[in-house]
C-alpha cells in the first residue's frame, strides 16, 4: 500500500498562482505514472494533469491547459502541479492519484489516492 500526501492549497485570489506538491509514503512515485484530478462540491471529479514515470509525456485537461503544469522531482520523489493564473473554476479539492499508465489517469482508474488538499480561488 503507498500513501500518498498532497500539500500546497490554500486561498488565493484569482489571477494568482499555487503550488501543489506530493510526496509517497515509500520512495516509490517513480514507479507509477502520476497525476492530478479535483473535485469540486456537487460536480463530478475532473482529470487536472498526468505524468509518465519516465518524465516522458504529460497530459492535460482542457480546462488547464496553458496555465498549470505537472512536474516530477526524482531527487526528492515528489510530483508537483505549479498552478498560474487561477480562476475562481478552478476551485476544488486536489487529488494526487498514481497508476500504472498515464492513460489510466484521465479515467480515474488509479492505484493510489491522496487524501486531497483544497485550493479555493476568489474571485
Known amino acids: 500500500q503507498v500513501q500518498l500526501v498532497e500539500s500546497g492549497g490554500g486561498l488565493v485570489q484569482a489571477g494568482g498562482s499555487l503550488r501543489l506538491s506530493c510526496a509517497a509514503s515509500k520512495r516509490t512515485l517513480s514507479t507509477y505514472a502520476m497525476g492530478w484530478l479535483r473535485q469540486a462540491p456537487g460536480k463530478e471529479r475532473e482529470f487536472v494533469a498526468a505524468?509518465?514515470?519516465?518524465?516522458?509525456?504529460?497530459k492535460y485537461g482542457d480546462s488547464v491547459k496553458g496555465r498549470f503544469n505537472i512536474s516530477r522531482d526524482s531527487s526528492r520523489d515528489t510530483v508537483t502541479l505549479q498552478m498560474t493564473n487561477l480562476k475562481p473554476e478552478d476551485t476544488a479539492v486536489y487529488y494526487c492519484?498514481?497508476?500504472?499508465?498515464?492513460?489510466?489517469?484521465?479515467?480515474?482508474?488509479?492505484?493510489?489516492w491522496g487524501q486531497g488538499t483544497q485550493v479555493t480561488v476568489s474571485s
Open positions: 505524468i509518465t514515470r519516465s518524465d516522458f509525456d504529460t
Open positions: 492519484a498514481a497508476a500504472m499508465n498515464i492513460d489510466r489517469l484521465p479515467m480515474g482508474a488509479v492505484a493510489f
